[in-house]
């Protein structure tokens, strides 16, 4: 099976191309078994970002991971008139190497491809989906929505070739809403930016995920909707949103699924409980298809603004187990909280400690392994604004090891792209567990240019005190 996945991907290169066959930048501490590869180009043009990283559930020496990258030749700082392209990088021998493809979409009215995202269903069939658009919502005329779509495609050979599209969020589908009142009319015209796609491992449901952008600091509220399919993306439920009339959202949020049930958490501008003072963290889970249950989880008057925030993982091994990861200012590492009824009650997990020299986090993700074990993976700042990856782990679920550095040098964002939003939005870090290995994914910039890299390290050293 492995010689036949390998032997369709390098059938896709001949015809396609590969961009990269990814570059190792240096190994890691003894016992650790780190692993740094580069697979974006490493072009000066362009500036590669926003990965999503999926482990296949039956093999997990196959990986695979998305991203995006952005011209960055172009006077404009919002995106305007930039070329955004996807690629996929697929590893068959547990992430030593990977080979990488662009993602053609065959959609000449939105030729931009953004926020891409990647899974695995349960029989192994790789699935990839991004946010298409003709131009961004944020540099589109105000009256006027942008034709854009989250779409998605699968492939059953490893990539040599791709099923049709299909687009279940797009412009112009007013009439594909469930009701909501909460939700505003303008949302829905442009449901579509930062694409998220997620399998439901124990029953195949499919959910698909894009939003409506507002800035954090305006008074114009984001909106982020979704859609499932239980048939493999035949055909699809209406089109539902985060929050109601009580728990409205307020800033973009997360979605993960398991065990038949989807689950969300996001930051809310109010929420009925007397004397709660708002931005709060909220959580809700219901079955696929039905009405989401709604909890409070914390009142929080900071917010990581460049993810999907706050991160979300389930536990796909127990039932009504997810955590979730939030930032503090001036706090290390990141704090996280776990619930084991499906988010009725929270208890903090002992936070990761991490190099004195680290002044603040950004960009958590969270992901559980195969037995359990909670795995976080943060941006460190330091003082001088360089940041380093870390990752650590919770094999009980209730105390984080100490974390270990993923990165290999630190990176800093240049001067020059410090204020270009569309540039350094590199938005978030991802990883993925499998029962040997964690698997990570961000953006680094030690080279001057933002560029995808891939990280491994042993869960076990990580499980470890090391």
């Known amino acids: 099976m492995k010689r036949q996945m390998a032997l369709a991907m390098a059938m896709t290169m001949a015809l396609t191309g590969a961009v990269h066959a990814g570059t190792a930048w240096s190994a890691g501490a003894a016992g650790a078994d780190v692993i740094n590869r580069r697979l974006s180009p490493g072009e000066l043009t362009h500036a590669a970002s926003v990965p999503a990283i999926a482990v296949d559930p039956r093999d997990p020496d196959r990986i695979a991971i998305i991203w995006r990258t952005l011209s960055t030749n172009v006077a404009a700082t919002s995106g305007e008139g930039r070329e955004m392209r996807c690629y996929v990088s697929l590893s068959t021998d547990g992430g030593v190497r990977f080979s990488s493809q662009p993602l053609e979409w065959g959609t000449p009215d939105t030729p931009k491809c953004n926020a891409p995202d990647v899974d695995f269903d349960r029989d192994g069939k790789l699935l990839v989906a991004a946010t298409l658009a003709g131009e961004l919502p944020q540099n589109a005329p105000k009256d006027t929505p942008p034709p854009g779509r989250v779409a998605m495609r699968a492939s059953a050979d490893g990539g040599a070739s791709w099923s049709p599209l299909v687009a279940p969020i797009a412009t112009g589908m007013l009439d594909k809403f469930a009701p909501n009142p909460a939700v505003p009319e303008v949302a829905k015209k442009t449901p579509w930016d930062g694409a998220r796609l997620y399998v439901d491992k124990a029953d195949g449901t499919i959910i698909m995920s894009g939003g409506y952008p507002a800035p954090p600091e305006g008074a114009a509220h984001s909106q982020r909707f979704y859609v499932t399919s239980k048939d493999g993306g035949v055909s699809w439920a209406p089109i539902q949103a985060f929050g109601d009339l009580q728990w409205p959202q307020r800033w973009d949020g997360h979605i993960a699924a398991a065990h038949g049930r989807i689950a969300f958490a996001y930051m809310a501008d109010h929420v009925p409980l007397t004397g709660v003072e708002c931005l709060c963290v909220v959580f809700a889970s219901g079955p696929h298809g039905g009405q989401p249950v709604h909890h409070f989880v914390a009142a929080s008057k900071e917010m990581d ?49 991490v190099d004195g020299a680290v002044v603040r986090a950004s960009r958590p ?27 650590a782990a919770a094999p009980d679920g209730k105390a984080f090891r100490p974390a270990v550095r993923l990165s290999t040098a630190r990176s800093i964002v240049p001067t020059a792209f410090a204020k270009d939003y569309a540039a350094r939005g590199d938005f978030i870090n991802v990883v993925a567990a499998s029962a040997d290995y964690v698997h990570a994914a961000w953006t680094d910039w030690r080279t001057g240019m933002g560029q995808v890299v891939y990280g491994r390290v042993h869960l076990a050293f990580l499980s470890d005190s090391h």
């Open 305 to 353: 603004t460049l993810v999907h925030y706050p991160p979300l993982a389930a536990d796909e091994r127990r039932e009504n187990v997810y955590a979730l990861a939030m930032i503090r200012k001036d706090r290390p590492s990141p704090d996280v909280m776990v619930t084991g009824d499906s988010g009725t009650t929270w208890q903090t997990v002992s936070a990761a400690t």
């Open 365 to 391: 993700a969270l992901s559980y392994a195969p037995d359990g074990t909670l795995v976080l993976m943060w941006r460190g700042y330091y003082q001088d604004g360089a940041y380093d990856v870390f990752v």
